[in-house]
């Protein structure tokens, strides 16, 4: 049927590809090209090379996928376990990750309003933080500060 197998754990999964779906998807991310932005460039620059509006997810507000060619999440945790491993693999392994967000959860849609109202707001970087650490551990990758994770779900 012309059907290509796809990793799931990997950015660029295509689910619906009709001319409706893209009309759909590009209308949504012209609305969320400013939370987008403000995530990629400004609340999580060092943590994700993209934010991107996902096509995959119904109930989770986030996820984080690997770019095309990485280390999944299962990957990394099997070669950070590795005894004989050399110092070349740490560039496969802290490559930056791909934030794919869901436009129609309410948190999402909250965060859209909060950060266009005031995208300094400490407890709106909070929620973000929280919600990237969240997605990492959904998605199958080790949080590299577990105790700063506790701190945010302490205060909020």
């Known amino acids: 049927e012309g059907k290509k197998f796809q990793n799931v754990a990997k950015e660029g999964v295509k689910l619906d590809s009709s001319e409706g779906a893209k009309e759909r998807k590009e ?11 403000w995530l990629k460039d400004s609340a999580l620059s060092d943590k994700i090379e993209k934010a991107v509006i996902s096509e995959r997810l119904t109930t989770s507000p986030c996820a984080i996928v690997a ?11 099997i070669m950070k376990a590795q005894a004989l491993r050399d110092a070349s693999q740490a560039g496969y392994m ?3 990750k791909t934030l794919e967000i869901n436009a129609s959860h309410p948190i999402i849609e909250a965060l859209r309003e909060k950060a266009t109202a005031d995208s300094s707001d400490k407890t709106l970087r909070d929620l973000v933080f929280l919600l990237f ?5 959904v998605s199958g990758f ?15």
């Open 133 to 137: 650490d969240t997605a990492l551990l």
């Open 27 to 37: 209308a949504v991310e012209s609305e969320y090209e400013p939370l987008l932005t």
């Open 94 to 96: 802290s490559a930056k």
């Open 67 to 77: 770019s095309t060619y990485g280390w999944s999440g299962n990957m990394e945790r």
């Open 142 to 156: 080790s949080m590299e500060e577990p105790s700063t994770f506790a701190g945010r779900i302490h205060r909020l």
